[in-house]
């Protein structure tokens, strides 16, 4: 940029403006909400999870929302982009867009407190009321699971012609308040890619202090984010099919009782709030569910092996069996079944270093079980 681009820059931005603001209107969750009140048999249980667990992912985004529209920092902001671009597919909670670098932003309303290990792992400890340990479970990396979207936004940007070498950063956000994270063991790296909501302006602004190779003017920031906003797609969902409902499921009065709905929801809030967002924000496989997934049941074969296998590989590695693959992973190996390496990549919680050491035996399992 030449001095004449500096001091004639009409389109300065000197605060921070939304292109597409947070809403607390969400048509998914309407829609959720509205199928949950027809329905009458066992399977409102499930519609009502999603509807629950959307809302923790709203409620946490609104938080991070607030503390950027509040931040005073002259940049571009969107919520809840969808970006669909040749064979990828990526959802972002965030994309923050200043002169000097691009933020990606992933938001996590987590429970219980986080500890990260100098490997980079991510470790979930849930306490009762009275502080009382009783889950500690690993957890899939939302610092890998952003970069990859980063990866994709790049090369979208890079092939529109919009950037070169302008700076993608990562971001993951803890937008719950109660909740602690240790980073005291893990790598520097990690310890800037992660933040609590209520910080995240002070890190964007410790970020703009240092050195960049780009400084780009008002009219391409806007650029970048008037292209973005106008590539946003929305993904419809078929929720009768999703949630297998026929004309029975309207009719059938739900046997459970109310004791058992609440089970339900404490179970969901202890083992799924990784998914807090129920929009998966994977490259190409989407869905709306987790562990409970209902066609998981028909695979207890399969489950029987997988477990199997995790128990040995861990009592033989002396490690813990949630460092092989967690519960969510299961679940997400039962529901998609991937048949190669690359289709496993795909997968939530399956990080290069574990399909390095696990995935070619998980692969051999699954593909002897059809």
Not at 135 to 158: C, F, T
Not at 246 to 274: A, G, N, P, R
């Amino acid at each position: 940029m030449g001095l004449f681009d500096l001091i004639f820059d009409k389109d300065k931005l000197k605060d921070t403006v939304f292109i597409k603001e947070f809403s607390d209107e969400n048509q998914l969750l309407k829609d959720l909400e509205e199928l949950s009140s027809k329905v009458a048999s066992d399977k409102k249980k499930y519609i009502e999870r999603d509807a629950n667990l959307l809302k923790i992912g709203l409620s946490g985004e609104k938080n991070v929302y607030y503390e950027l529209k509040n931040s005073f920092v002259p940049m571009y902001c969107l919520h809840d982009i969808r970006l669909e671009y040749k064979d990828y597919v990526a959802q972002f909670d965030f994309i923050v867009i200043t002169n000097k670098f691009i933020y990606v932003l992933e938001t996590k309303k987590l429970v219980g407190d986080i500890q990260i290990n100098s490997d980079g792992e991510f470790i979930r400890f849930i306490k009762d009321r009275n502080g009382k340990l009783i889950k500690r479970e690993g957890m899939a990396s939302p610092i890998s699971q952003n970069q990859k979207h980063i990866d994709i936004l790049r090369k979208i940007l890079v092939d529109k012609g919009f950037i070169e070498s302008t700076p993608i950063k990562s971001l993951v956000v803890v937008a719950n308040s109660k909740t602690v994270v240790d980073k005291k063991y893990a790598s520097k790296i990690t310890k800037e890619a992660i933040c609590k909501y209520d910080n995240v302006a002070a890190v964007i602004k410790k970020e703009l202090g240092k050195e960049s190779p780009v400084n780009l003017q008002g009219s391409k920031m806007k650029g970048i984010a008037d292209f973005l906003n106008e590539a946003n797609t929305v993904k419809k969902y078929d929720l009768v099919a999703k949630y297998s409902l026929t004309e029975e499921d309207f009719k059938v009065k739900s046997v459970d009782s109310k004791e058992q709905l609440f089970e339900e929801t404490v179970i969901v809030e202890e083992t799924v709030i990784e998914k807090e967002t129920v929009i998966v924000k994977e490259p190409v496989v989407e869905e709306i569910v987790n562990e409970d997934e209902v066609n998981c049941a028909n695979d207890e074969e399969l489950e029987k092996r997988l477990k199997s296998y995790r128990l040995d590989t861990s009592r033989a590695a002396n490690i813990k069996p949630y460092f092989v693959f967690n519960n969510e992973g299961l679940s997400q190996l039962l529901i998609h079944k991937p048949k190669s390496i690359e289709e496993l990549s795909k997968i939530r919680g399956f990080g290069e270093k574990n399909i390095e050491k696990y995935g070619q035996a998980i692969i051999e399992i699954i593909n002897c079980s059809h």
